[in-house]
């Protein structure tokens, strides 16, 4: 029987559709706001991290990003035309609005709301709300409402800035593509005995290597660890052995890059078991996770996809309740 997880991941070529039919531009929050603020837990924190990335490319502005759950002995900065998004699936994240009791009633009149759910408390506070288009998530893991985070954070950048988004009509087809690319039997099978893994991500794709970590850790138990590429040089190589797992994300065109090629060249000669998430093959990978080429701005999204699909494989090799994870529920609204 398939679970709830994979049904989820199988139904995001289905649901990048209709994120890409939505209509956003009526949106009274979107007037040129002078800076933005991104408030969110878990998966959709890791949306946020990589929209930090878009919208200070796409419109140039600061850009900060807030981990409500770490918001002890902090409180959110009132900015003068700052537009405060806040990302909660469920829309009930006890966290975020204990995050936010303290800002002004100014403050709270430039509020975006993004979840998957109607009538929440996020609704309530927010003076505008979108409702991601992902249906319910039956499956602890979140898959196919992280992706319409994403999207619809993308969505949000390029129409701030009346940005032509003709680029991102395919994702629906590569998201598609990647899913049917991906071969992840083999990969799971090598990973299977072990207790720890890494995966790497620079710049855009480092929130993607957090949200494939946090994956891991969820479905497999698997004590995972995401990095950025340079950053894991910095100490964290120490950790490498002969047969550690290494999950390396590269951009395209990487193998033409010196200083990439030498750090993946170092691990591998400590010994790692090193799986390129690529749209590109190279020798100096074991095996690797295929995504189609892209454009930049929507790699986070088509990189994520095999990092869903390892996991799923790795959960259900080891025999593990993929949907149903132990200590963990789908929200934490208390």
């Known amino acids: 029987m398939s679970s709830e997880m994979l049904k989820n991941i199988l139904e995001q070529p289905e649901i990048a559709q209709r994120c890409l039919d939505m209509d956003l531009s009526l949106l009274e929050s979107l007037k040129n ?99 991601t288009p992902a249906g319910e998530e039956l499956a602890v893991a979140a898959t196919k409402s992280f992706t319409s985070q994403l999207i619809l954070l993308l969505k949000l950048g390029l129409s701030i800035n009346s940005v032509k988004d003709s680029f991102i009509e395919s994702l629906s087809e590569q998201i598609s593509d990647t899913i049917e690319s991906c071969k992840t039997s083999i990969i799971a099978t090598n990973i299977l005995s072990k207790n720890r893994l890494i995966i790497l991500g620079d710049g855009i794709n480092y929130p993607i290597a957090l949200e494939g970590s946090l994956k891991m850790k969820e479905t497999t138990y698997i004590s995972s660890e995401g990095s950025s590429l340079g950053t894991f040089m910095h100490g964290p190589i120490a950790i490498i052995e002969p047969g550690f797992p290494v999950i390396a994300i590269v951009k395209k065109g990487f193998s033409k890059n010196a200083e990439t090629l030498k750090k993946l060249e170092r691990l591998k000669a400590y010994g790692a078991y090193l799986v390129g998430v690529s749209s590109e093959t190279h020798d100096i990978f074991d095996q690797v996770l295929q995504v189609p080429e892209t454009n930049d701005l929507l790699a986070p999204i088509i990189n994520v996809i095999p990092l869903q699909l390892l996991a799923h494989e790795i959960a259900k090799q080891r025999g593990l309740d993929i949907d149903r994870p132990r200590n963990l529920t789908k929200s934490i609204d208390q």
């Open 33 to 131: 706001p002078d800076s933005f603020q991104l408030l969110a837990c878990g998966s959709s924190y890791h949306a946020a991290l990589v929209a930090q990335f878009w919208f200070e490319h796409l419109t140039g502005k600061l850009t900060m990003v807030f981990d409500a759950a770490n918001m002890v002995d902090r409180q959110i900065r009132q900015e003068k035309n700052n537009l405060l998004i806040l990302l909660s699936q469920s829309g009930t994240t006890a966290d975020i609005f204990k995050a936010v009791e303290s800002i002004s009633p100014a403050q709270k009149s430039q509020t975006l709301g993004i979840t998957n759910r109607s009538n929440t408390p996020l609704h309530k506070f927010c003076t505008q709300t979108i409702q």
